[in-house]
């Protein structure tokens, strides 16, 4: 393996050994997975997307070591920090233990140092890893192909944005080429997929969905419309190019709809807050789920509601609430004898 330049960083403050030792281990992660990726055996593809994702979280640490102040046992870096009482009265904290940060702590982090990064691949990638590791299912290579198509950005942004270092010269030339012929290669599929969806007129509260479509069984964003030529938002059928799973129209909206807010949900349930979503009381007739409903929302059955027998084997839809004005997707009012009134 080929290293880099590793001499006249700024902000140094731990021993060359270490500062080696960190950025090593994190390329030769990305190095391995590379080669697990280009194998014909499939099996070596659930490693590849785990070095991946392991060798992309090492770079991460790697800043967040290099920016320690020096003495403080690489307290950015550490999982668990205490604070030090010097000789002279000055408290400091210093890190302690062998556990590092997580992908979690690693993001408030970089935020609160002010350090960028294209989280939505990283949370990607790791969905990917995740999908995986627990499910095994047809077209894990081309969930692969995604996962190196976004690594492909997010590795070159931490080495040279991120890093100030040599994507190229550490990666290695060949390696780094055929990382961005897989991404070239996705792209084209990517675009492809795109077209037949383009087609579709979309409500305007759904427009940020179209633009986050994903398969709600894979994960991956090479979605397909079924028939390319419809235009009709309530008669699109989706399928996944990877794993082949078929998606109606409502079925894909909730399911983007859930990958869109899941932060805000679990802030909400964290801080006490109104949850981004709810669901339609199961007490509520199917006829009578428009009265509930103050704003647009982005499944035209529950906007036009047309008569009680159209849409009685239809599951009552998830709603967005008014609390994310950006998206203003539906509105659920508060309850009123366990139903409720519409609120203005």
């Not at 920016?67 to 403080?72: A, I, T």
């Not at 198509?149 to 010269?169: F, G, M």
């Amino acid at each position: 393996m080929s290293i880099g330049r590793f001499e006249g960083k700024k902000s140094v403050s731990y021993s060359w050994k270490a500062r080696v030792s960190l950025i090593v281990n994190a390329v030769g992660a990305i190095q391995i997975a590379i080669e697990d990726f280009e194998s014909s055996d499939d099996r070596r593809l659930h490693a590849a997307i785990r070095n991946l994702h392991a060798g992309i979280l090492l770079l991460c640490k790697v800043k967040l070591q290099r920016l320690s102040p020096q003495g403080s046992n690489e307290v950015l870096l550490k999982q668990k920090v205490e604070p030090h009482r010097a000789a002279d009265g000055t408290i400091t904290w210093v890190g302690t233990g062998k556990k590092t940060v997580d992908q979690q702590s690693i993001k408030e982090r970089f935020k609160s140092l002010g350090v960028s990064l294209e989280w939505k691949q990283l949370e990607s990638i790791n969905d990917i890893r995740n999908n995986t590791e627990h499910y095994y299912f047809q077209g894990t290579r081309m969930q692969a192909q995604q996962a190196f198509a976004e690594a492909c950005v997010l590795i070159r942004q931490l080495l040279t944005d991120v890093l100030d270092e040599e994507a190229v010269a550490l990666i290695g030339e060949s390696a780094w080429t055929r990382l961005f012929e897989n991404k070239r290669v996705f792209d084209e599929e990517y675009r492809a997929c795109q077209a037949t969806l383009s087609s579709i007129a979309w409500l305007d509260a759904a427009a940020d969905v179209s633009k986050n479509i994903s398969c709600p069984n894979c994960g991956s964003k090479l979605v397909r419309q079924r028939f390319p030529d419809n235009s009709d938002q309530d008669r699109a059928e989706f399928q996944c190019t990877c794993c082949a799973t078929v998606s109606n129209s409502t079925e894909m909206i909730l399911h983007v709809l859930d990958d869109m807010y899941w932060a805000e949900g679990h802030i909400a349930v964290k801080d006490g807050g109104e949850p981004p979503s709810s669901t339609v009381p199961n007490a509520v007739k199917p006829a009578t789920w428009w009265k509930w409903v103050a704003a647009p929302c982005v499944i035209s059955a529950c906007r036009t509601m047309p008569n009680a027998q159209s849409v009685a084997s239809r599951s009552p839809p998830r709603i967005i609430t008014n609390t994310i004005a950006s998206a203003a997707i539906m509105h659920m009012s508060r309850s009123e004898n366990d139903i409720g009134r519409p609120q203005a």
